[in-house]
Each structure stands twice: as structure tokens, then as C-alpha cells.
């Protein structure tokens, strides 16, 4: 008997309904309360424009992510820790911690209970009782995550199955009143700024400036373990799993975007732009629902911010077990990445905003190259020095990047500023993409090293 036939029949394959159940809970983690409002806001800000607005915005916001989901299980890695190997040990190390200490318990899970608190549980209480309010909720919301992470085999059911459900009916009540009560024709709103000349340019920055592509390599983790508890064990299986259920969750958050944007231009012939897409969201809300839509309101951003949170405990917890083995257990990492989150959002997340975001800005060209790399190497093969060529040159440049911003005056030194001063002369600095003249640079030094190596 031809032994590769007996495997390959025997091999389990999943059914649609496991597809949908790992695609929502891909979703789910990704799709956050940020997802919601930006998508409003800019229908506010493009009206008319509306269609090729997010049509750029999803090139790159829904692009870029499911680039990065396919290029974690294209390399058949089991993870960010184990993919940045390909570049180097020192990088794999420096890579993952940084990030997922900033995507997680020093930036976006503190936000996570931060943003659903000021736009769902504010409404409701005087501004006298906030910070008491803001503590109790933290309380509460971070005892739902932490209890649901410990039990990361389960995160599949939780977010996939129940909570991301939950939140999508409720988002599809305000999105379905839409439909039937239009406030009016997008069309009748006038679009401003870059939307008025180039909406699609416009949405596609907007779009790159989410920053999901680092959401994506930070859950890759919990997704291939999740196909894991399916009994699925061979790489290439778990690679086309991986790439399937991404293109399944970024399709619907595609889907998302498209009604938010126009929902957030139709919003503009209520008041105006709104200060914000919360605030547009709120106005939403009560026009249609009246008082109960405060209620509805609050419902879709806590569970929106809730399955972000728990992904990214889970997600961090894994990583740390996997990349420090030897030191504590998933149990113990996931409650003292709950408890810096819950202490950050109640005593200092301004103050740890100022150093978190710099170090978010400076991964993003990293983390885009990196994708890169993985998904030209699956195709050209693997090669260390092209790899690690391109990743400092990227990394010198993200570094330009980060110390340009005017607002992060404590990184400013007259030896920076004399280089950034040369880093602004470079061509597509204005829309932050100076950093992809040294990434091609560093390519090319790696492409003629090994070239010259091999000789």
C-alpha cells in the first residue's frame, strides 16, 4: 500500500463549521474597539468619497493583517518566537518580547478597559464618580479576562463561539436600523481634506496607520494552537488552516468597515463631524434606540474590547511560556500580565503611553518587513543574510522614524536630531514611508552578499 496515500487519507480535515468557529475567533480578538470607531469617523471625514475611501482603507487595514496571518503559516512556524528565528536568535528574542509587551500589557490591554469604560459605562454615571467607577468596572472587566484565559484550550469556544457572537448581534442592531432608516444618502455629504482629492490614497494611509499587522503576528500563536486542539498535527495542513481561517475573519472585518464608513457618513447629516467615531457612535445610537441605545452602545464596545483583551493575555502568556521556558508557568504569566493591565489602566496608562506608543511606531516597519521576508523566503528560499540585512536597515530607519515625532521630545539629543534632520530630507517621508528605502537598500546589500558569498 502507497504509505503517503494512507496518510494523507487518513489525515483529518476540518469541517465548514470548525472553519467558521476558528475565523471567528480570529475576528474577534482582531476586531477591538478601535476597529469600530476609526471606520465612523472617516465616513465622516470622507462623505461622498466614501467607497473609494474604504476600499483604500482596506487594502492595507484588512490587507496587511491577513498578510501577516498567511505569512506566519506559510513559514509552517508555530508562532512570532519561532518564525523571527529565520532572521536571527538575538532578533527572535528582541523582536517578540518588545512586542508583545507593547501590544499587550503596556499599551492595548489597558486600553482595552480604558476605551469601554469611557464610551459604554461614562454615559451613566456623574463625572464625580469616574475614577471610582473606572476601578470597579476594571475590576470586573479583568476578572472576565482573566478567568477566560486561564483556560486557553476553551479560547476558541469563549471568544468564537459565544462572546464574538453576542457582540456581532449586537452590532448588527445598530447596522440593520441603518438599512431600514437611512438618515440620508452619503452622497449628500461633503468630504474634507485629503478625501476630497484622493479618498482612495487617503483610506489606504488611514488604513496602514491601524496598525493590525502587528495584531496579527502577536495572535498566530493562539490561532495555530487552537488547530491544534482539532487533533491537526502536519505543518502543511495547519499552514492552510492558518491562511483560511485569516482570509474568513478579515473578510468580514472587510464587510464591517464597509457599513461603519457609510453608517459614519450618513451620521454626518444628523450634526456635522463628531469630535470622534465614539462620539458619532453614541449620536447613532440614540437616534435610532433613544435612550436604550446608551445601552446598546456600552454592550458593543465591552464586548468588543473584552475578546481583544482576553486574545491578547492569552496570546502574550503563550509567547512568554514558549520564549522563557524555563522560568513560570502560563497560569502565572497570564495573571501578572492581568494585573500590570488592570494597575496601568487605573494609576498610569498616560504616563506609560508616552514610551509604549514610540516603541509601537518603531515595530511597525519592522513587523511589515518581517512579513515580508517570510512570505518572499517561502517562494526563494531562506537566506540569513538577506534576512538579517534587511531587518537592521529597517531597523536603523524605524528608529529615524520614531525619534522624528515632534512630541516625543524625551528621545530628542542634538546627535538625534542632526540625523533626523537628514532622515526628513528623504523621499516619502511626509507620509511615513522613508523606511522603505532602507528596507529596499538592505535587501539589495543581502541580495549581492549571498550572491558574492556563494562565488
Known amino acids: 500500500m502507497d504509505n503517503t496515500y494512507y496518510i494523507r487519507s487518513s489525515m483529518k480535515k476540518l469541517t465548514i463549521k470548525e472553519y467558521l468557529l476558528l475565523g471567528s475567533m480570529l475576528f474577534g480578538m482582531f476586531f477591538g474597539a478601535g476597529n469600530l470607531i476609526f471606520p465612523v469617523y472617516m465616513g465622516q471625514l470622507s462623505g461622498a468619497n466614501s467607497i473609494p475611501a474604504i476600499i483604500g482603507f482596506c487594502m492595507t487595514g484588512v490587507g496587511l493583517p491577513l498578510l501577516g496571518i498567511a505569512a506566519i503559516g506559510i513559514s509552517k512556524s508555530k508562532g512570532l518566537f519561532d518564525a523571527s528565528k529565520k532572521v536571527a536568535t538575538w532578533f527572535s528574542y528582541f523582536f517578540t518580547v518588545i512586542l508583545y509587551l507593547s501590544i499587550g500589557p503596556l499599551f492595548a490591554i489597558p486600553r482595552t478597559a480604558t476605551v469601554s469604560f469611557t464610551t459604554g459605562i461614562t454615559p451613566f454615571i456623574s463625572a464625580d464618580q469616574t475614577q471610582l467607577g473606572l476601578f470597579i468596572y476594571t475590576v470586573i472587566f479583568f476578572a472576565l479576562v482573566l478567568l477566560f484565559s486561564l483556560r486557553p484550550s476553551k479560547i476558541m469556544t469563549w471568544i468564537g463561539k459565544y462572546i464574538n457572537s453576542i457582540f456581532l448581534v449586537l452590532l448588527f442592531c445598530l447596522l440593520l436600523m441603518a438599512v431600514i432608516k437611512p438618515i440620508g444618502s452619503f452622497i449628500e455629504v461633503q468630504p474634507t481634506g485629503g478625501y476630497i482629492s484622493q479618498p482612495f490614497f487617503t483610506g489606504l494611509l488611514e488604513g496602514y496607520n491601524t496598525m493590525d499587522a502587528l495584531a496579527s503576528l502577536a495572535f498566530a500563536i493562539v490561532l495555530i494552537n487552537a488547530i491544534k486542539e482539532f487533533k491537526i498535527k502536519d505543518a502543511k495542513e495547519i499552514a492552510k488552516i492558518t491562511l483560511r481561517s485569516g482570509v474568513l475573519a478579515v473578510a468580514l472585518m472587510a464587510v464591517i468597515y464597509f457599513g461603519l464608513t457609510i453608517l459614519g457618513a450618513q451620521s454626518a447629516l444628523l450634526q456635522g463631524t463628531s469630535e470622534n467615531g465614539g ?37 502574550c502568556a503563550e509567547t512568554f511560556v514558549e520564549v522563557f521556558p524555563k522560568t513560570v508557568s502560563y497560569r502565572i504569566y497570564a495573571i501578572g500580565f492581568t494585573l500590570v493591565s488592570f494597575l496601568l489602566s487605573n494609576f498610569g496608562l498616560d504616563r506609560i503611553l508616552k514610551y509604549s506608543l514610540p516603541a509601537l511606531l518603531f515595530l511597525y516597519p519592522i513587523t511589515i518587513v518581517f512579513i515580508f ?6 517562494f526563494v528560499g531562506e537566506n540569513k543574510i538577506i534576512y538579517q540585512s534587511t531587518i537592521i536597515a529597517t531597523i536603523i530607519a524605524a528608529f529615524m522614524d520614531t525619534f522624528s515625532k515632534p512630541s516625543y521630545t524625551f528621545m530628542h539629543t542634538a546627535f538625534t536630531d542632526g540625523l533626523v ?35
Open 421 to 455: 534632520s537628514l532622515y526628513q530630507k528623504l523621499p516619502m517621508y511626509e507620509i511615513g514611508f522613508a523606511w522603505v528605502i532602507f528596507s529596499v537598500v538592505g535587501f539589495i546589500i543581502g541580495f549581492v552578499l549571498s550572491k558574492t558569498i556563494k562565488k
Open 373 to 378: 521576508l517570510l512570505l518572499v523566503g517561502s
Open 279 to 315: 462620539v458619532a457612535l453614541a449620536l447613532l445610537a440614540k437616534h435610532y434606540y433613544g435612550a436604550v441605545g446608551n445601552v446598546l452602545l456600552a454592550g458593543i464596545m465591552i464586548f468588543a474590547c473584552l475578546k481583544t483583551a482576553i486574545g491578547l493575555v492569552t496570546s
